[in-house]
């Protein structure tokens, strides 16, 4: 019997939010040491892909993207938009 369908959300979730997490991690890192950066969209991109609760608490954990309004503006529509489709997604199937 396969797994059910929440069981796959979630692991898609956990997965995405470990990797959004720690490029996050690895952009703060390169932000401190003045080293190339990881572009916002890409982080906005990862976020969207379902990492964006990884994405959330590496910006409160590591105080990073945080001040940039532009930046939370985007990422907010970002999380609105997957969590509408995720929804969306549970009342059709």
């Not at 369908?5 to 996050?24: D, E, K, N, R, T």
């Not at 969207?48 to 940039?68: E, I, V």
């Amino acid at each position: 019997m396969p797994p059910p369908p929440w069981l796959w959300l979630a692991a898609l979730y956990g997965l995405a939010s470990v990797v959004c997490f720690i490029v996050y991690a690895a952009d703060k890192s390169a932000a401190v040491g003045r080293r190339r950066r990881v572009s916002e969209r890409t982080l906005l991109l990862l976020g969207l892909a379902c990492g964006w609760p990884g994405a959330l608490l590496a910006q409160r954990w590591l105080r990073h993207k945080t001040a940039k309004t532009r930046f939370q503006v985007a990422f907010w529509c970002g999380v609105a938009a997957n969590v509408a489709a995720v929804w969306w997604l549970c009342t059709v199937y």
